[in-house]
Nanobody, 120 residues
Framework: VQLQASGGGLVQAGDSLRLSCVVSGYRLAVGWFRQAPGEERKFVASINWNGSRTNYADSIRGRFTISRDSGKNTVNLEMNSLKPEDSAVYYC?????????????????WGQGTLITVSS
């Protein structure tokens, strides 16, 4: 399984940004985590293998939307109304079990991180 994340960058507060993760693998749940300096890696959002179920962290609910394009094997994270506290390295992750993608320690596959910096 390989995960290739892209889409990070420097934006201003209130801006929008989209992260994408190209996933190689079959029937995998996919999610996003983020890690700010000095903090643990935290769950952001997840989507099950066919896109019928999604889950969000309370801190981003209503601002971020996760979706998947099965034809392109891509999972996107649309991020709106970005805040400085959203600044972090964002990681794409996957696991055969949807329920595992709530806890970093239980998630099996990881992509490289992509940095998002939100200036105030």
């Amino acid at each position: 399984v390989q995960l290739q994340a892209s889409g990070g960058g420097l934006v201003q507060a209130g801006d929008s940004l989209r992260l994408s993760c190209v996933v190689s693998g079959y029937r995998l749940a996919v999610g996003w985590f983020r890690q700010a300096p000095g903090e643990e890696r935290k769950f952001v959002a997840s989507i099950n293998w066919n896109g019928s179920r999604t889950n969000y962290a309370d801190s981003i609910r209503g601002r971020f939307t996760i979706s998947r394009d099965s034809g392109k094997n891509t999972v996107n994270l649309e991020m709106n109304s970005l805040k400085p506290e959203d600044s972090a390295v964002y990681y794409c992750a996957a696991d055969p079990a949807y329920g595992n993608i709530r806890t970093a320690g239980r998630t099996k596959y990881w992509g490289q991180g992509t940095l998002i910096t939100v200036s105030s």
